[in-house]
């Protein structure tokens, strides 16, 4: 698990880095480079993908972004 910390932009519709990153990691997953991404926003304990995250890695429960719609980050499940 990797977490990329590159911020949202200040359009309020997400910055170049944002945007182009989680572009980026779509590709990269649908090459097989990464397990998958999770976007700050969608890592919660009632997505499956974080559900299943959370199993392999239990220490994951306590990391503050979690549950917190932060969406300047994003986590990566690396194979």
């Keep these: 698990m990797l977490k990329i910390?590159?911020?949202y932009g200040s359009t309020g519709?997400?910055?170049a880095l944002?945007?182009?990153l989680q572009k980026s990691f779509g590709l990269r997953k649908k090459e097989g480079v990464i397990k998958d991404s999770i976007p700050g926003e969608d890592?919660?304990?009632?997505n499956n993908t974080?559900?299943?995250l959370l199993e392999a890695v239990p220490e994951l429960r306590g990391d503050p972004d979690l549950n917190a719609t932060n969406e300047g980050v994003t986590v990566l499940w690396l194979k």
Excluded: D, E, Q, Y
């Excluded at 890592?43 to 009632?46: A, D, P, V």
């Design 5 to 7: 910390i590159h911020g």
């Design 13 to 15: 519709k997400g910055g």
């Design 18 to 20: 944002c945007t182009g």
């Design 43 to 46: 890592f919660t304990i009632f």
């Design 50 to 52: 974080v559900l299943s």
